[in-house]
């Protein structure tokens, strides 16, 4: 099964990856801005390439 990350998901475990705080601020929505949205990247990729990822949150950030 997938999980799903938030952008705030991103920000902490970077954070805790490089060892330093990454500066965000949370503001208001702008006009336009959609609530919530999803998407299936990785199905695709399987199903096209036969390729699926292998890593988790974490080390993808440390790769980075």
């Known amino acids: 099964m997938l999980r ?3 952008v ?4 902490h475990t970077f954070s805790l990856c490089c060892g330093r705080n990454v500066p965000f601020e949370v503001v ?4 336009g801005d959609v609530a919530e949205c999803y998407a299936a990247p990785p199905s ?3 199903t096209v390439f036969s ?9 993808m950030c440390e790769d980075a």
């Open 28 to 31: 208001a929505c702008r006009h």
């Open 44 to 46: 695709y990729a399987n």
């Open 51 to 59: 390729w699926q990822a292998e890593l988790g949150l974490r080390r």
């Open 8 to 11: 705030l998901d991103l920000i």
């Open 4 to 6: 799903g990350y938030s």
